[in-house]
């Protein structure tokens, strides 16, 4: 067990439809980031937050949001849901800002149908 | 230039035999390199980390062997062993500035499968 949790473990939505995926980070972790992993594109890093401010984006689409609050639990808001957004979505989180130990949870399994 | 390329992207091996997955960079910024193992319908599980300050690190069976002038660096499993079988990806971080501030980059990951 990682430490980060994340729920919920799947969600089966329409396409159109908006959903968000919640994280908790490790006691302790400061930064929070959000991952996709998909067969065809692998891991890629979608956005990072240390201590409730956004430090970068990654290739994040505009239909994606997300927010780290004040006890560091961070959401992941995808919305007007396409068919290509079915993926597994990871949070992880570290301690520090960067090039720290990142532990990852064990995902959201996202389905659009 | 903010590729990881990883190969290969299978690899069968006996039980007792050596395991080894190679990674290559092009930033030269990249200095945290860690891997990752992933079992199906889990996260990934960080295994071993080195900083290119060392050219090689050992934590039990795992071996993270770094070039840091050919810009690549492998993960060897020592004794592997069945249990040892999932999906193992290289991954690559940068300290500096900008857009690629505490981002893992990830290879396309090693689907490893060792026979009994």
């Known amino acids: 067990d990682s430490g980060v949790t994340q729920t919920p473990k799947h969600l089966i939505t329409a396409t159109g439809q908006r959903v968000t995926l919640r994280c908790s980070p490790r006691?302790?972790?400061?930064?929070v980031y959000w991952y996709q992993q998909s067969l065809d594109q692998g891991l890629q890093f979608l956005i990072h937050?240390?201590?409730?401010?956004?430090?970068a984006k990654g290739n994040i689409l505009e239909r994606f949001s997300a927010q780290q609050f004040p006890d560091l639990h961070s959401e992941l808001n995808l919305s007007s849901l396409e068919l290509g957004d079915s993926a597994l979505y990871f949070c992880?989180?570290?301690?520090?800002?960067?090039?720290?130990?990142?532990?990852f949870g064990q995902g959201t399994r996202l389905t659009v149908v | 230039q903010q590729q990881v390329k990883q190969s290969p992207q299978s690899l069968i091996v006996q039980k007792g035999g050596i395991s080894i997955i190679n990674c290559a960079y092009e930033?030269?910024?990249?200095?945290?390199f860690p891997w990752y193992q992933q079992f199906p319908g889990k996260g990934p599980a960080l295994l071993i980390a080195?900083?290119?300050?060392?050219s090689e690190k050992k934590e039990g069976r795992f071996t993270i062997s770094f070039n840091k002038s050919a810009k690549q660096f492998s993960l060897h499993i020592m004794d592997s062993q069945p249990g040892d079988s999932a999906t193992y990806f290289c991954?690559?971080?940068?300290?500096?500035?900008?857009?690629?501030?505490?981002?893992?980059?990830f290879g396309q990951g090693t689907i490893l499968t060792v026979h009994p």
């Open positions: 992880a989180s570290s301690v520090g800002r960067a090039n720290t130990e990142a532990f």
């Open positions: 006691s302790g972790d400061l930064s």
């Open positions: 937050y240390y201590n409730g401010e956004e430090r």
């Open positions: 930033n030269t910024a990249f200095d945290y």
């Open positions: 080195i900083r290119p300050d060392v």
């Open positions: 991954a690559a971080s940068t300290n500096a500035g900008g857009t690629s501030y505490g981002k893992l980059t």
